[in-house]
């Protein structure tokens, strides 16, 4: 047994032999497609968000908190494994085109590493891997992307239909295993569906927004002149693809106010769904504030990646520009202050590692994120990372090996979604520089200080020869460090 085996295995066994009253509760809060642009404490005055604005009040918010690969699955499993997409085994959707992918086993989980130390662990809501949840003694997930009304649930592999709206039933669940009597510390995983498409908000919220104009994003109109890739996207523009959604759009519109119209109806439905999750999650803290537990509780609320809220005129993810790289990340720790907004970089990797660490528990060699303790804490180590790596993988194995070209291959034109190819990339405080390696090596580069709506596309472009070289070097330094 080699010596990480045995501190790590001597860690778990401290841990789970240390008083439960020295050990934190972990609440882990996720929505799904919830852009960082579109929470009230991070400036959006029209989103109605009190309880998630509550926590931020209470907590620290993350100025820049950035996933590894901005798509539902692959976020979640970098989540709970601490690590990337190719280490851990989840490329992409893993119901996409009938691909199975499993968590690579040898991946320890949080909850798993949580669960041998004595804690009681338990998930519920939205799950989205191909696998049953492992670590959990008790899971109520939702079958895929599951239904928003009067939707299945799976507990302990029996599938079971409830009535109501899938926010309130997953809050439900999360209740009924809080009031749990146990005198060990816990683990509850609270994910929800919402607010991601259909953007179905419950009745009681469904004209919230009925008499007000959501103001459109300033890159609504987006010409994509100095981006190919990013043109030749055509159906992530919503009102080219979610207008059958809508059954009670206007006949007779044209181009301009059919946009219009489904922007508007789109947003108002999308923040009717968020309004129900933070009303959920008001629930929550108030029980556990009743039974005298919020402060021992350390409490994560982020997403699974950003989202195009009408960016670029369009909805989904994928992309490294920021409304999809970028995820609202809020965390109410003991001890820690309260109203810090914390400038560091954070990832999604971090998670697993920082759960572990108030935990007071050893982090596996496997995981490669970094506890954000420390920046909790109000101190910014001088060797904090300076620089994020991006890896966007799906329907990769379609070209592994075979020199196909995006471009040109059919078969994979037919099974990308949204026709977008695997690249890569990395972001500093001021640029960004993204490979499409899959185009027929096509590269973009921005100057977010001048360009914030990466707009303007510097690749190329004399003068910017020694920034792109650079770049291209903290490309590859990152790529080795995480083993891509």
Known sequence: MNWRRRAFLGGLLFGACSSARNRPNILFVMT?????????????RLVKTPNIDRLAAEGVRFANAFVTN???????????????????????????????????????????????????????????????PVGFDTWRVLPGQGLYFDPEFIEGGTRKKYSGYATDITTDFALEFLKEPSDKPWCLVYQHKA?????????????????????EPATFHDDFKTRKVAAEAADMKFDESIAGDYKDLPAGLSPAEKKKWLY??????YYGALAAVDENLGKVLQHLEAANQLDNTLIVYTSDNGF???????????FMYEPSLRVPLIVRAPGAPHGLVADGFAMNIDI?????????????????????????????PAEWRKSIFYAYYENSWQLAGKGLDARSDPSFQFFTPHRIGPHWGV??????????????????????????????NLYGKPGMESTSETLKAELERLREQYKA
């Open 32 to 44: 799904d497609d919830h852009a960082a642009g579109h929470v009230g404490c991070y400036g959006n």
């Open 70 to 132: 901005s798509l539902c699955a692959p976020s979640r499993a970098t989540i709970l494994t601490g690590a990337y997409s190719h280490l851990h085994g989840i490329r992409g959707n893993s119901e996409m085109k009938g691909q199975v992918e499993n968590i690579n086993r040898q991946m320890k989980t949080y909850p798993e590493v949580l669960q041998a130390a004595g804690y009681r662990t338990g998930i519920v809501g939205k799950w989205h891997l191909s696998h049953d």
């Open 195 to 215: 607010p991601h498409r259909p953007f179905l908000p419950p009745p009681r919220f469904a004209k919230l927004y009925e008499n007000v104009e959501i103001p």
């Open 264 to 269: 508007q109806r789109f947003v108002k439905d």
């Open 308 to 318: 195009f809220v009408g960016d670029h005129g369009w909805y989904d993810k994928r």
């Open 352 to 380: 697993a590692p920082t759960i572990l660490d108030y935990a007071g528990l050893p982090v596996p060699a496997t995981m490669q994120g970094q506890s954000l303790r420390a920046l909790l804490e109000g101190r910014k």
């Open 427 to 456: 972001r500093t405080a001021q640029h960004k520089l993204i490979h499409y390696y899959a185009e027929g090596d096509v590269w973009e580069l921005f100057d977010l200080h001048a360009d914030p709506n990466e707009l303007n």
